[in-house]
């Protein structure tokens, strides 16, 4: 590792080089107070770094205030910019992959069709960035500030977004299976025709996210507050929503396919169309639940709670499902001539 001076940085840059691989630059140097600065620029603006890249792979530039610079399609795998200021910056197309971003400045960059790989941005503050089409597989983004960003169409299998502010963003399209959303704040988030298979977002805040056509397939959204949010055509086939809050959230033509919806709240949802088939609905509210069309055909419907509060049961299935004497004399009361409901004896739970 060599170390550099920022003003040396600048001239070499400057002179035409671009190869500044295993370089430590000056602790804090800020690049935005060089009388340089602006020249370096107009420099930058210049070049045709889609053939030619500035390559800073494997170097540490810890805590760089480099506010506005121009660099895309930059080379920086495994760099250290840990802390750095690097907002408004124009990162287009960059290769940062294993790169060290910890707690860095990121407002406002365009970082679209970037490779973060596996790069470390826990605490880093991304928010009004533009992400699309970035990769960001492995990626670890723990209590990482993406508010209002856009990551449509980005990859982010296995990465960390524990505890991630990630309010008001985009990531519809975004692949995000077996990724980590733990108590992750996604209030008002847009995962339109997203796929999070196997994602875990337990104690999520999801209130009001639109999660339409999602594909959200063996997911745990385990205490998961979902209220008002608009899960119509998603898949949930075999999720575990133990415990959630989807109080005034859309299910129209949802697939729950055998999924864990026990002592969820379904308090004024609308699960029309939507197919039940086989799940666990165990002291689950459907205190005015819309449920036209419904198929609940397997299911276990064992103390459901305010089953009797405002039911329209026209055209649903209920056929061999698990209830209780009680929940049959309840379920009776709102039968139309639509409705299927046939339970062999051995369905009913004493």
């Known amino acids: 590792m060599i170390r550099i001076k920022g003003q040396d940085l600048i001239r070499r840059i400057l002179e035409g080089e671009r190869y500044f691989v295993g370089l430590i630059l000056e602790d804090n140097f800020n690049l935005n107070a060089s009388p340089d600065f602006l020249k370096l620029q107009k420099y930058l603006l210049k070049q045709k770094f889609w053939s030619e890249p500035m390559i800073f792979s494997g170097s540490d530039f810890k805590k760089l205030t480099a506010s506005g610079i121009y660099l895309p399609y930059l080379q920086a795998e495994h760099a250290n910019f840990e802390e750095a200021n690097l907002e408004n910056a124009i990162l287009f197309g960059a290769n940062l992959k294993g790169a060290k971003l910890k ?29 699309s089409g970035s990769n960001l597989c492995g990626a670890n983004l723990k209590d990482a500030n993406l508010r209002n960003s856009v990551f449509e169409g980005v990859r982010m299998e296995n990465a960390n977004l524990v505890n991630a502010d990630a309010q008001n963003t985009n990531f519809k399209h975004a692949t995000l299976n077996h990724a980590n959303l733990q108590h992750a704040r996604l209030n008002k988030t847009d995962f339109w025709g997203a796929s999070l298979k196997q994602a875990c977002l337990d104690n999520a805040n999801l209130d009001a996210a639109s999660l339409r056509s999602a594909n959200l397939a063996n997911a745990s959204l385990q205490a998961t507050s979902l209220k008002g949010s608009n899960l119509s055509g998603a898949n949930l086939y075999q999720a575990n929503l133990r415990n959630a809050n989807l109080k005034n959230a859309k299910l129209f033509n949802a697939n729950l396919e055998k999924a864990i919806l026990e ?10 169309s939507a197919n039940l088939r086989a799940t666990n609905l165990q002291y689950a509210n459907f205190k005015l639940a819309k449920l036209k069309n419904a198929d609940f055909e397997n299911a276990d419907l ?21 209830v209780t004497t009680k929940e049959v004399k309840i379920i009776k009361r709102f039968l139309t001539q639509k409705t299927m409901f046939v339970v062999k004896e051995s369905c009913i739970s004493s």
């Open 103 to 131: 707690g860095a400045r990121l407002q406002r960059a365009n970082l679209r069709v970037a490779n973060l790989e596996h790069a470390r941005l826990s605490g880093a503050n991304l928010s009004n960035s533009n992400l």
């Open 263 to 272: 002592r969820v709240n379904f308090e004024n949802t609308n699960l029309m």
């Open 302 to 322: 064992v103390n459901i709670m305010n089953i009797g509060q405002g039911l329209n049961l026209t055209d649903v299935n209920f056929n061999n499902i698990t």
